[in-house]
């Protein structure tokens, strides 16, 4: 080895091929020392020596020498003679190193679109491998004690299942172990640990599920998963399905059971088309709405359809996969996006973290608008939240002509040199009207005066022929101003009760299905949405999956979430002195003022 | 009402009808005072207004008004007008009270014999009824949010099991809810609490099961069921059954299903002998040794029948009834004795804390002779602790004519006019010889030089006639003293680790059987035990039973013992240097020096 200046007290870590360098003193953990240099040294183990994931490469300088563990490790994973475990070095002298590739922490995008959140790969899910040494197994005294010992965790729990893999147990043999939350052991195995490490990332719609297969290692997303709520055969909308399930403990029960036999029908996918093992998935996050929650779980929904309209529980401890039969590793942990009231559920609370919504000081308003119309709106340390019963108008439903944003949907109209102009999802023959093509329609007919503000349509006609067999009739069009009106309302009333003008607002975000393919200023003169800026409008894309999936994969997240939570007022509008007034005064079609 | 001289700062409260009077402060919480003042004044939810349980009557003096819930608990119990809840009052003035005999902690004795030990009656589970108050329920904003608030408990854990009561849940009725260890609601139902409320004491021997039925408010048994450990029939003691078990998974299961089998057949016989409900017994205690917690839990123990000799776990979370398929209710929490070593298990751990010896300064010796011999000794803050394998001859185990403690077995023998009287359980003709027969016979033919004290019975002779049919032979002696040896060396290596002279032992406990009918000066005499003053050896009875009752009905019992367990240091005999050569010694009758 070459010579380095050598200084007693600070010694240079040099990072090669840049040569950066960052200082330390003597006896400093390397780890450390590069970690607080802002590298993103994987240090999984949190410096347990036990995860093998802290590699380096010594190119020059002395170093302590290698502890029987380590030894093992770098045998197994077949290092070259150079590489040595950061988190095992303390430093003795000046010395110059390079850090693989694989030894820096991966981050992963959040959000599709809209904006550009990073945040660092973390699971929940850890798995370890330990072997057993004689003298340290006597001094602990019993197995789950060493194990405690070596990894660190005082309190580490475990459940009598979480020990079934130990039924052929034996010593000579390291143990791969699986810890939930960094203090629950959930599994035990011989042999390699799974690889990859999987998890779900689950986006439980009213209308549609979304389910992703994620390498929780990586953070790649491996296969992903859509297909409609079958659950819809009970009932289209959340009270629908609510006034069904409270019918009979049957019928409850059924609701689960679909929903069940349903996401494992979608896991059998990830095997047959991707080849992921089923016991390889020992995570799954789901955000969903509070009702769909409830369903999930099999709990009761009564509290749900009468005032009070509170739901059984806000956040729930993480749950087995077994408890839900669902076919995943039986000791897999599910994690519920938690709740922020009865009708603002853990799709919007994971939807709020993924876009990083709570770090923003504001003022701004987040708006996802499903058959329910949830609002956000945050001016610095204050949130206040609500939710609409807009209805599904927008999402093309209880229209004559209704349709989800399929083929053949009206999606955009304009106006070009006075004539009506239509787009279609995918160009095909119109056979229907969406969301999206409704409000487009919606202003144009309120230029044209062919809609009066209040709704009429003009001269007295019942409806407004679009094309052959394509029509507004006079009822769609109070179905829409009642969805309008509601979302005005609701969002008028959260603005004032924050003391904001609209104009004042930094931005407005946009999420779900309804904000892929909107026009802003169509929205905007019909009065969906207040008139500011256009570039301040920001659709977010689907953001109950991608919180789904930030939760899964940065298991910190889940903690700030809950914590963030605590700061959420929610308004009740019913329970608000102008909500009749206001309410009157939406109905009427037209820009904000 | 009359007038009592108020005092703007220092109120007083004046006890009926011994007048005791105890000084408050104005404002100050009534049963707060109280307890300062020493009355052991019943607060079971924590000044929380719920329970009802700290009631006083009010004999003179003016006091704030009752509350709602006040008003409802006091129409429920249908309380006369002058009861008012000890914690809803906060004095104003001098007040006059009268305390109901209900309204005081009962204590309960511990120990059946030896020590006189009490505790107060403060079990894990406790039961709530709880009323749901509108505006609160709609502030709180999910139903368990709502329970936390009223029981506030932030942490208030629950899982979907417990859940289930609430699958006709309405808002109307009251709800009873079982939270146990103050953190975890384990049930909910409607309707009245389950009455009485009930838990089970378990000593889970290697050879008998005791199985008590407790009433938790009251501390009474209500039942009790002794029984052969019916896993008899796979192997006599511990060592056979680690055998048979290892043998393969289907065997661990045998053995699991055989006791779990026998446990729910005393659980019946307390339905059909004492009317109580199954679904009543809220809790359950196990005190046993490593081996039976290992077996009962269905856990490998391969661990425990090869060096370096560890069991799986020593203490272990809470299981659930169903977890163990004990057919009490479902959710139930089974709470085992921690194991304080491989061969040092539940049971005397739980048996420690039963006679108090935690808290005892020492010096003293605890030991309990089964098959395994538990000695621990205990001097200030230092506890040292060891098992022997003394073999079964103690119990009657491998002797020609050895018997347990059963109709007919010799169980004193003494020489009144050189003369050999024997007596027998019972005065049933004899027809074996039991552990403390086995003890005086042994002492009297040592006395009498037809032993020799290497062991060798005098002129040769194949056995010792004690009548017709029974008698012991060479090998029951070598037996017998393989036994004792196997203690004394144990013993003298304690003490010697702690620099003790058995003489300085300020007592000798012994427990178990074993210690029920015992002459003292034999047991010295061939030197099972030293040479102290007779009345410093106290003999305690069944303490792993006691342990099971007081870990039952006292719950910070249970936390008290998992932190003295940390304390306890385990000395491997056979790791000790001089450990072959006080062997051989200890082989030789006869008194300790
Ligand atoms: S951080 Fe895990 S081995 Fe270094
Ligand atoms: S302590 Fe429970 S009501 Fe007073």
């Not at 102008?578 to 109905?587: E, R």
């Given at each position: 080895m070459?010579?380095?200046?050598?200084?007693?007290?600070?010694?240079?870590?040099?990072?090669?091929?840049e040569g950066r360098i960052i200082q330390g003193k003597r006896g400093e953990n390397l780890a450390q020392i590069l970690k607080r240099g802002g590298i993103n040294l994987n240090t999984w183990c949190n410096l347990k020596g036990i995860c093998g994931k802290c590699a380096i490469e010594i190119i020059e300088g002395r170093v302590n020498e290698k502890k029987e563990e380590e030894i093992k490790i770098w045998k197994i994973k077949n290092w070259p003679k150079t590489y040595r475990l950061a988190c095992q070095i303390f430093l003795e002298g000046d010395i110059k190193i390079k850090i693989p590739e694989e030894s820096i922490i991966k981050d992963f995008k959040i959000l599709d679109r809209g904006l550009m959140i990073k945040k660092e790969i973390e699971p929940a899910i850890k798995t370890y491998q330990i072997s057993f040494v004689h003298n340290d197994l006597v001094r602990a005294g019993s197995i789950l004690d060493y194990l405690r010992e070596k990894l660190n965790i005082e309190e580490l729990k475990f459940s009598l299942s979480s020990l079934e893999g130990l039924s052929e147990f034996d010593l000579e043999n390291d143990v791969i172990i699986y810890v939930y939350d960094g203090k629950e052991l959930v599994r035990l195995s011989k042999g390699a640990p799974a690889s990859p490490l999987l998890g779900l990332a689950i986006d439980l719609g009213t209308t549609t599920i979304v389910m992703e297969a994620i390498d929780l290692e990586s953070g790649e997303i491996l296969g992903r998963q859509t297909d409609f709520n079958h659950q819809l055969s009970f009932g289209s909308d959340i009270l629908s399905r609510i006034a069904f399930a409270c019918t009979s403990p049957d019928n409850l029960k059924k609701l689960q059971t679909t929903i069940i036999d349903e996401l494992n029908q979608m896991i059998g996918k990830f095997r047959d088309g991707c080849g992921l093992e089923e016991e390889n998935f020992m995570e799954a996050v789901v955000a969903g709405n509070a009702t769909m929650n409830h369903l999930l779980l099999g709990l009761p929904v009564a509290s749900l359809a009468r005032a009070p309209f509170i739901s059984l529980f806000s956040s729930i401890e993480p749950l087995r996969a077994k408890d839900l039969n669902l076919r995943i590793n039986p000791e897999a942990r599910i994690f519920i996006a938690p709740n922020i009231r009865s009708f603002v559920g853990g799709d919007i609370s994971a939807g709020l973290m993924a876009a990083g919504l709570f770090d923003h000081p504001g003022p701004f308003a987040f708006i996802d608008l499903g058959t329910n119309g949830e609002i956000v709106v945050k001016k610095d340390d204050q949130i206040v939240v609500t939710s609409t019963a807009a209805g599904p108008a927008f999402e093309g439903g209880n229209l004559s002509c209704g349709l989800p944003a399929v083929n053949g949907a009206i999606w955009r109209a304009e106006l070009i040199n006075h004539e009506l102009k239509i787009e279609t999802v995918n160009g095909r023959p119109a056979r229907g009207i969406c969301g999206s093509g409704l409000i487009d329609l919606l202003a144009i007919f309120l230029q044209q005066g062919v809609i009066k503000p209040d709704g009429r349509i003009a001269r007295g006609q019942e409806k407004i022929e679009i094309q052959a067999d394509i029509f507004l009739t006079q009822e769609d069009i109070r179905q829409a101003q009642l969805a309008c009106a509601a979302l005005k309302t609701g969002f008028r009333l959260l603005l004032e009760n924050l003391s904001l003008d609209p104009r004042q607002l930094q931005a407005i975000y946009l999420a779900g299905g309804f904000g892929q393919e909107l026009s802003i200023e169509n929205s905007q003169a019909i009065?969906?949405?207040?008139?500011?800026?256009?570039?301040?409008?920001?659709?977010?894309?689907?953001?109950?999956?991608?919180?789904?999936?930030?939760?899964?994969l940065n298991n910190s997240s889940r903690k700030d979430l809950l914590s963030f939570l605590e700061k959420i007022e929610y308004i009740s509008l019913?329970?608000?002195?102008?909500?009749?007034?206001?309410?009157?005064?939406?109905?009427?079609?037209?820009?904000w003022p």
């Open positions: 070459g010579k380095l200046v050598e200084n007693l007290k600070e010694i240079k870590v040099i990072i090669e091929p009065g969906l949405i207040p008139r500011i800026e256009k570039e301040k409008v920001i659709f977010l894309g689907n953001t109950s999956l991608a919180g789904a999936r930030l939760l899964l019913a329970m608000e002195p102008n909500f009749q007034d206001y309410f009157l005064q939406a109905l009427k079609f037209g820009p």
